[in-house]
């Protein structure tokens, strides 16, 4: 798994990004209303407030299912990476609009559940970082497997890393990504695995992982 | 005369709320909004904003870096941070670089006491 600081940090701003902001707007539309029923100065209260309230309530509610959701998948339970990987892509193209295009190979591996979690989850970080700082109208996943090595391809269309911002701003998205990327390397490393990552010809970049096979039975 | 608020919010129904509160005031208007300090930077100096009301977790380039820059470039421009962070860290920050003060998201109340104080602070309103 990747370390449990980047995980709460992760959390944290889902929760601050989604919901907190949500539940503040919710505030202060009701304030707004308080207001306008205590000033009869002011235009009455009608039908139109209250669905707009109602409609504010729905949304929150729906982000805190989607907080719920991305603090336990409950795809990671009881699925195969390929399936977990379908979940994400969708996932991510559904709540951050990211084209995610998944090609996976057709040979079925049974993963240990720590191994299958942890890339899981480094998937998940590398997407997330696409979303984040890469500007990408695409990603996609390769998942491949080679006989003695299983490879995870992440690419995206995007500017690459650092690329496109400003200089003091790009050297902090350089640092969060690449103190993401350390994490996920120092978890890789726990299972012989490894990280490469390179510029894509033609703009975005691709990072692969790579774990050997030997941690995999092949079933089919 | 009513003093031009300029926003400064990432979160686009966040963004929309409070520009819903300052078009509430009676000595208020929004006079331009951003998603971003980048933006902001971009239009601020075309839109003669009385007052910026900057989040302070902003996407790329940070609102304690905007209030920064703002202050730099443009000394006598107000700025009201406004942030999900009640840690008191951050407001001590913000008031050491200058802003006129640091509000809580979702009080309307307070937002709307920190606007007119800002406003009147040198007679603006």
Redesign the interface.
Known sequence: MLSEHSERRRLSLLVHDDLHQFLCSVEMRLTLLRRRLQDRDQQPVDLADVQELEASIRGAISIARRVTVELSPPVLSHEGLAAMLGWLAGHIQETAGLKVDLRLATTTLALPEDLRVMLFKGVRELLINVVRHAQAEQAWVRLMYGGDTLDIEVGDNGLGFGLGFAPQTAARQRAQTGSGLRHLREQLSLFDGSLKIRPRCGGGSLVTITVPAIEARELV | MKARIYIVED?P??R???A??VS?MPNAEVCGTAGSA?QALMQLPVVSADLALVDV?L???SGI?LLRELKQRWPQMRCLMVS?HHESVYAKHALALGAEGYVP?????R?VQAISGALCADGAV
């Not at chain 2, 998201?105 to 109340?109: C, E, I, S, V």
């Open positions: 979160h129904v966040m929309d709320m409070v819903r509160v509430h980048e977790s996407p790329s380039m870096d999900a998201k979702g009080d309307t109340d937002l």
